[in-house]
């Protein structure tokens, strides 16, 4: 069974405070993907990362930051300077190959930016 | 090129009612499903389709039914609505990362 694990439901920071947002998955596969999705207080869910089984380097694009590490089964996404802006639900999603993959998320976690 | 287009974005339905849900892609993918948001739950797969004429049910499909009778459109059907449907319900396509529709913010009373 493929699971998704956001421990953190809620977090609150200061602005311009760096936050990392923790997911962690189970899976019996070897080959998936790791995903992170947005959910602004609009409601839409917007596209963030994807990540394949077999690339571990770590991503970058502006603020936003992933750590991957098959070893631990954690695919966890840092905010560095956060801005109220970011300000939304995050949630990290699990899809397995194969015959009628499906795409698994976790709970999400409430990150709540303050002035 | 919409994308994915869900409607209605807003129903109150009384309890007992039937309704769809439409969803809509002009994005040509094979895969489509259906989710619905709950606080503290995530999103939950309710069917998917991986192409016209073929539908399998996700994690929570009672009281659900769904048609593939197109790629385009992937309606889903509340048969008999109950308060325990009220919920937010997003449609999605995929081909290497999934592109959800606005969401359908459903109330059952």
């Known amino acids: 069974a493929q699971k998704v694990t956001q421990a953190q439901t809620e977090i609150s920071v200061v602005e311009k405070e760096d936050v990392t947002l923790d997911c962690v998955y189970e899976?019996?596969?070897?080959?998936?993907?790791l995903f992170w999705y947005k959910q602004p207080p609009s409601g839409e869910l917007v596209f963030l990362i994807r990540?394949?089984?077999?690339?571990?380097q770590n991503e970058i694009s502006g603020r936003y930051s992933w750590n991957f590490q098959k070893s631990t089964s954690s695919f966890n996404f840092t905010i560095t300077a956060s801005q109220v802006v970011d300000s939304a639900v995050y949630f990290c999603?699990?899809?397995?190959?194969?015959?009628?993959?499906?795409?698994?998320f976790g709970t999400g976690t409430r990150l709540q930016v303050t002035l | 090129n919409a994308g994915v287009t869900q409607t209605p974005k807003f129903q109150v339905l009384k309890t007992g009612q039937s309704m769809t849900l439409q969803c809509a892609q002009d994005?040509?993918?094979?895969?489509m499903s259906w989710y619905r948001q709950d606080p503290g739950m995530g999103l939950r797969l309710i069917h998917y389709?991986?192409?016209?004429?073929?539908?399998d049910q996700g994690e929570v499909p009672n009281g659900y039914n769904v048609s593939r009778s197109t790629t385009e459109d992937f309606p889903l059907r509340l048969l008999s609505a109950a308060p325990s449907q009220t919920s937010v319900y997003f449609c999605?396509?995929?081909?290497?990362?999934?592109?959800f529709g606005q969401g359908t913010r459903l109330t059952v009373v």
């Open positions: 999603a699990l899809l397995y190959t194969g015959t009628a993959s499906k795409l698994t």
């Open positions: 990540r394949n089984s077999f690339d571990e």
């Open positions: 994005m040509n993918h094979e895969y």
């Open positions: 999605a396509n995929r081909r290497s990362q999934a592109f």
């Open positions: 389709s991986v192409g016209a004429g073929i539908t």
């Open positions: 899976t019996r596969d070897t080959t998936y993907y």
